[in-house]
């Protein structure tokens, strides 16, 4: 008897399983994981302002939440991609391809990326020469390039502590990287020289593949242990400065700006980052975040466009918004943006 | 072997010992020293693992403990209506025009005229400083509240709301005057009028029932975070495990032990359970996105599939838990039943099955404890993620989005603000309590039960 109600209620399930999926009444968000802390406060404050179900918001990385919307059209799919770099052609192939035609892209702000050390420990003013010649593997030293053998900031800049140099830089898979290595490492090595010398003995059929070699080869970071690649967020990197008060860590000025107490940040060019700072272009290491919106799921996914305006209004992204209290730089362009989601203008081709 | 050899068998020809058999030795005591050192390692072996378990245990208590209390703000509020009716109709669908900005400026007016009345006075701080000492999180619970109840309006209510985390930091000891210097989040100013409205009893510490029952927060307000969704995302997943697992399992280790015929499939098949069992479980959760995600489209997030996916990876171990016990039972058992006319099946229903059923049971509950603490395969089918609702009751709310205990403690892990630390190891806490609670369960249940033979 036991063994049939088992059976029965198996069978109960496996039904309510079964039942065609119920049609879906929440926004689906992915993708970047320096996106998902703004992207759940407008879903939050959305969720309490609207008479719709508060959005579900996933992190995971830029590529990978452009990949996923690139899938298809549908309610198995999601609505919205969170990126903190712009989509490249290889996504809009990719998307155009399994008939995702039409992408709102829009762009909601600007977030810096600062270079900071144990609050107890020495100032740091560092230039985007200073930290090219401490972590690259390759310098230029008198007009060749040698391999990096500095060990202290001292030997990099005179002005600079004579404190051992040890930098947590993001892993490769983060978007931070990205712009670590074109904003800072790549300016500093055309400032010291070594671009040039690169491009001298970079391989390549044309020009342009050789700057490209040429820009790859400066990327290229040091191995002996001074430049640590974390994988892991920023918490990960605190907790390693926490532990080696000599580390400098490379973050998200948001992070910045919620650890103030633990954290000392460094200048770049002799700017102190801020949200100021970097709106006014003073700040270099800076860059845009986005997100984009499947168009043909407007209208179908009760709330998206009401969701997409709630975002960029300037209640939200504005510079008096809570995304700016909490560390986003605003885009002084948003009215564009949000004229450009009122009237659903989708992205043209990149140019 | 050397040992006995010394003395070899066969005709009395004893050689009398060289020395008494009570001195040991140089052989006897190098056997014996061999053995305190066995010993010594062996209790050295235990003491490392005690202790890095105490060095863990202690630092998710010294660190997660707080999360259980939460500073709280109590004074009266008169919800006025020019704000948050301004109309005047009581009317829902009007009322819902005014944000929660509108209700934050209620909460901060009526904090305000209480410090007033009080004589509360802080010198050197702004208005927005006072306002900041309250949750974010209290404007929207206000206006859910009035929006149920619109006849509130123009009443005087207690409001009973959450302090701000750095308040409630101050008064668990983690933000200090000192640190409130180069906190970008909070003053000096606001934390020593936190201690005069300590003082006058309007800010107060207590048991956080928010904790279990509220909702994740973003970023901004980890005060009110709280593991309600993850809670009820796990129960709804161990319950669809158990009723997948268990007849699968069962059926499937019965067939194999008592009725299938021994041999290559059933030897490929033993083979590949036992495998099964060591698949690193990310591996299931790729197949879990491919097969009921792409290809069943069951929606993204929910429970069913999270709980489909750590069927697969539970099932081996219920059913090697199973073979084990049905395994254990004596033939005789089986012999005497068949001997006295059972048929084959009556056999096994009747009397092997409740004989096997304890260790059933442990192996059952031990594999929902593996799936209950399992995160990577719950992060390619997008669990991992931020979810504000509720699921809806079964059966339809095992579609909706939701999260899991171990997938909380990840997400808060890494988040920016410092107060997600203590929430992200109280989360620990509660996921170990169910852990042990379900450990000490399969071990009671196999003393009272178990039989020997």
């Known amino acids: 008897m036991k063994s049939i109600h088992v059976t029965a209620s198996v069978l109960a399930f496996a039904a309510a399983v079964a039942m065609p999926a119920a049609a879906r009444d929440q926004i689906q968000v992915t993708g970047s994981s320096t996106v998902l802390p703004y992207a759940t406060i407008v879903a939050e404050a959305f969720g309490e302002n609207f008479d719709f179900p508060t959005p579900v918001v996933e992190g995971g990385g830029s590529g990978a939440g452009r990949k996923k919307m690139c899938e298809g059209v549908g309610e198995a799919t999601v609505d919205i991609a969170n990126s903190s770099s712009r989509i490249g052609q290889s996504d809009i192939d990719l998307c155009a391809a399994n008939g995702v035609a039409e992408i709102l892209e829009v762009r909601f702000g600007y977030d810096g990326i600062v270079f900071a050390s144990a609050v107890d420990g020495a100032d740091f003013a560092f230039t985007p020469a200073d930290v090219y010649l401490a972590l690259a593997a390759k310098v230029a030293k008198d007009g060749a390039l040698v391999d990096n053998t500095s060990a202290t900031w001292a030997e990099v800049n005179a002005a600079l502590p004579a404190q051992d140099i040890l930098a947590l830089v993001p892993g490769t898979k983060h978007g931070t990287r990205e712009v670590f290595d074109v904003k800072v490492i790549e300016a500093g090595c055309k400032e010291t020289g070594a671009m040039d010398l690169f491009l001298a003995v970079a391989e390549g059929k044309d020009d342009k593949e050789k700057g490209d070699n040429a820009k790859k080869a400066c990327h290229e970071l040091r191995t002996d242990g001074k430049s640590v690649d974390i994988d892991g967020d920023y918490t990960e990197t605190l907790a390693r400065l926490d532990a080696d008060k000599n580390a400098i860590g490379v973050f998200g000025l948001s992070f910045y700006q919620n650890n103030t107490d633990k954290l000392k940040v460094a200048t770049m060019g002799g700017v102190v980052p801020s949200t100021e700072s970097i709106a006014s272009g003073e700040y270099p290491v800076s860059r845009p975040l986005f997100f984009y919106v499947k168009k043909a799921h407007i209208g179908v996914i009760p709330g998206l466009k009401e969701y997409v305006e709630f975002f960029v209004s300037d209640e939200m992204a504005g510079p008096d918004g809570p995304l700016a209290a909490y560390g986003l730089v605003s885009d002084p362009e948003l009215a564009a943006t949000q004229a450009a989601v009122a009237a659903e203008t989708p992205m043209g081709p990149l140019e | ?453």
């Open chain 2, 1 to 453: 072997m050397t040992d006995i050899s010394q003395f070899p068998a066969g005709p009395m020809r004893v050689t009398p010992p060289k020395q008494s058999i009570l001195t040991a030795s140089a052989n006897m005591k190098r056997r014996n020293a061999a053995e305190s050192r066995f010993k010594a390692y062996g209790v050295a072996a235990i003491a490392i693992a005690l202790g890095s378990l105490a060095i863990m245990l202690f630092t998710i208590f010294r660190d997660g403990t707080s999360s259980f209390t939460q500073a709280q703000l109590a004074f009266p509020m008169e919800l006025t209506a020019e704000v948050l009716d301004p109309k005047g109709n009581r009317d829902r669908e009007e009322m819902t025009k005014v944000t929660t900005v509108g209700y934050s400026k209620v909460l901060v007016a009526a904090l305000q005229a209480e410090l007033q009345k009080q004589g509360i006075v802080q010198d050197g701080i702004t208005d927005k400083e006072i306002g900041e000492l309250i949750s974010k999180d209290a404007a929207g619970q206000l206006r859910a509240q009035v929006l149920a109840d619109t006849s509130l309006v123009g009443t005087t209510i207690t409001a009973d709301v959450l302090a701000g985390g750095r308040i409630d930091g101050y008064l668990k000891g983690r933000v200090t005057l000192e640190t409130a210097e180069r906190d970008s989040n909070v003053t000096p100013e606001q934390l020593l009028l936190a201690d005069k409205l300590s003082e006058a009893g309007i800010l107060t510490t207590g048991w956080n029932w928010s904790f279990f029952t509220s909702p994740d927060a973003s970023d901004q307000r980890p005060e009110a975070a709280g593991l309600g969704v993850a809670l009820l995302g796990s129960a709804y997943m161990m319950l669809i495990v158990l009723v997948t697992c268990v007849p699968v399992g069962v059926a499937a280790s019965i067939y194999l032990e008592e009725f299938a015929p021994k041999n290559r499939w059933t030897d490929a098949i033993e083979v590949n359970i036992s495998n099964l069992a060591a698949v690193p479980s990310i591996v299931f959760g790729i197949l879990g996105l491919a097969i009921f995600i792409n290809f069943a489209g069951l929606p993204n997030s929910s429970s069913v599939v999270g709980a489909f996916v750590l069927s697969l990876m539970t099932l081996p171990t219920i059913i090697i838990a199973t073979r084990a016990s049905i395994k254990a039972v004596p033939p005789s058992i089986r012999d005497a039943a068949l001997g006295i006319g059972a048929s084959k099946m009556q056999t096994v229903f009747h009397h092997v099955l409740p004989l096997a059923m304890p260790g059933i049971l442990t192996g059952t509950i031990l594999g929902l404890a593996s799936a209950l603490g399992e995160t990577a395969p719950l992060l390619l089918i997008g669990m991992v993620a931020f979810v504000d609702n509720y699921p809806s009751a079964p059966p339809e709310g095992f579609l909706d989005p939701a999260t899991a205990l171990p997938v909380q403690v990840y997400s808060w892990a890494s988040r920016a603000d410092p107060a997600f630390i203590e929430r992200s190891n109280g989360a620990i806490i509660v996921l170990l309590v169910f852990l042990v609670i379900m450990n000490v369960g399969a071990i009671l249940l196999r003393r009272r039960f178990e039989r020997r033979w």
